[in-house]
Nanobody, 117 residues
Framework: QVALVESGGGLVQPGGSLRLACVCSGILFPDFHMAWYRQAPGKQRELVASVRTDSHTRYTDSVKGRFTISRDNAKNTVILHMATVTPGDTGVYYC???????????WGQGTQVTVSS
C-alpha cells in the first residue's frame, strides 16, 4: 500500500516561515522524483518545487529564493522549507512521487497553507 502523508501546514503571517514534510511508504523512495504542488482557490494545481533522484532541484519562478526543497532518502521524506511567505502562497500543498523510469505517479492528500494577517 502506497502512502504519501503530508504535514506541517497551517496559518502563517506574511513574511513568516513554514516547513512542510511528506513521509512516503510503500515505494522505493530513492527511485522516485519528488515534488510539491499547490492549488489555490479557483486555480489549477501548479508545480512549486521538485527534487529529482540525483538531488537536482527546480523551482517555479514565484518561489525562487524563498522556498527550499530537500529529500532524505534514509527517512523516505521530502521537505519544503517556505520562507518570506506571501498571501499568494496560500493553497493546498500536495506531495507528488513520480518513478524515474516509468509512469507510476502517486499523490498525497494535501495540507492546507494559509498566509494571512
Amino acid at each position: 500500500q502506497v502512502a504519501l502523508v503530508e504535514s506541517g501546514g497551517g496559518l502563517v503571517q506574511p513574511g513568516g516561515s513554514l516547513r512542510l514534510a511528506c513521509v512516503c511508504s510503500g515505494i522505493l523512495f530513492p527511485d522516485f522524483h519528488m515534488a510539491w504542488y499547490r492549488q489555490a482557490p479557483g486555480k489549477q494545481r501548479e508545480l512549486v518545487a521538485s527534487v529529482r533522484t540525483d538531488s537536482h532541484t527546480r523551482y517555479t519562478d514565484s518561489v525562487k529564493g524563498r522556498f527550499t526543497i530537500s529529500r532524505d532518502n534514509a527517512k523516505n521524506t521530502v521537505i519544503l522549507h517556505m520562507a518570506t511567505v506571501t498571501p499568494g502562497d496560500t493553497g493546498v500543498y500536495y506531495c507528488n512521487a513520480e518513478h524515474s523510469l516509468s509512469s507510476y505517479r502517486y499523490w498525497g492528500q494535501g495540507t492546507q497553507v494559509t498566509v494571512s494577517s
